[in-house]
T-cell receptor, first 113, second 113 residues
């Protein structure tokens, strides 16, 4: 079945440092989504990437979708304590009426003030 | 405000007892999902439903059951057959199963004693 690998599992950074998490899929994706889960909370949708090579920005967050539509990354510039949480990617494959969204295991970000 | 309501937030049960977790949405979404979250395991799909009176097994359906009698409601029963039921359970919904951007509920934390 489809697998989505996400690395690293944990990342500790000093406030102000950059952070990147990477996702790799075993199959070509129709789109990839990113979610953030704050400690004690639930996942919240951040963004969806659909096109090959797509790059989207949300303030200090930059999302990329690979040319082959099998990998993606989330980069945070100059982390802040509000960025703390677990970031999940979720890759969707086209199916014949079936649901095929697979989550990575997430990257837990800690920011040291 | 539109959203997903899960109840109860915390639940303690003895081994061998069945437990039903409630999930209600007022987003008018067609599709609904149940995920299980364990530390370091990401989100694993239990069941999903694309339309009323129809549902499909996810990756870890054994020991669980669902129903979808109304568009707004998708309760999950954790049966005594589930060998390791202690976990955080997340309900989600999406407009349809073609563009699966998920809205999550706040979750239910089940502890089996």
């Amino acid at each position: 079945g489809q697998q989505v690998m996400q690395i690293p599992q944990y990342q500790h950074v000093q406030e102000g440092e950059d952070f990147t998490t990477y996702c790799n899929s075993s199959t070509t994706l129709s789109n990839i989504q990113w979610y953030k889960q704050r400690p004690g909370g639930h996942p919240v949708f951040l963004i969806q990437l659909v096109k090959s090579g797509e790059v989207k920005k949300q303030k200090r967050l930059t999302f990329q979708f690979g040319e082959a539509k099998k990998n993606s990354s989330l980069h945070i510039t100059a982390t802040q304590t509000t960025d703390v949480g677990t970031y999940f990617c979720a890759g969707e494959t086209s199916g014949a009426g079936s649901y095929q969204l697979t989550f990575g295991k997430g990257t837990k970000l800690s920011v040291i003030p | 405000d539109g959203g997903i309501t899960q109840s109860p937030k915390y639940l303690f049960r003895k081994e061998g007892q069945n437990v039903t977790l409630s999930c209600e949405q007022n987003l008018n979404h067609d599709a609904m999902y149940w995920y299980r979250q364990d530390p370091g395991q990401g989100l694993r799909l239990i069941y999903y439903s694309q339309i009323v009176n129809d549902f499909q097994k996810g990756d870890i359906a054994e020991g669980y059951s669902v129903s979808r009698e109304k568009k707004e409601s998708f309760p999950l029963t954790v049966t005594s057959a589930q060998k390791n039921p202690t976990a955080f359970y997340l309900c989600a919904s999406s407009r349809n199963s073609g563009a699966n951007v998920l809205t999550f509920g706040a979750g239910s934390r089940l502890t089996v004693l």
